[in-house]
């Protein structure tokens, strides 16, 4: 069964403004958050992510780091982007 992760909830974690970079926490549907980093400059970017390690990793069941997320970067950017971030600096 392939995943998919979505995105309920953003919460932001910390941001440089100066050098437009921003700290995001990610939850998902699943109960799963991750951090994700973005860099505005010179357009916006979802440059890292990883998993918080509250719970098991939905895709390899790991409780420990793993880069699962990693292939999800493009999902969870797009799902971000949909209106999220400018509210959250608003
Ligand atoms: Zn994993």
């Known amino acids: ?3 998919r992760p979505t995105v309920v909830n953003v919460d932001k ?3 440089n403004d100066k050098d437009g970079l921003y700290e995001y926490v990610v939850h998902l549907e699943d109960g799963t ?4 980093f973005y860099n505005r400059y010179p ?3 979802l440059t890292h992510i990883s998993r918080l390690l509250k719970t ?3 895709i390899c069941r790991k409780d420990y780091i793993c880069n699962c997320f990693e292939k999800f970067k493009g999902e969870l950017d797009a799902q971000l982007r949909d209106g999220r971030i400018e509210q959250l600096l608003a």
């Open 1 to 3: 069964m392939a995943y």
């Open 33 to 36: 958050m991750c951090r994700v």
């Open 13 to 15: 974690a910390g941001s």
């Open 43 to 45: 357009e916006w970017k």
């Open 56 to 58: 098991p990793c939905p």
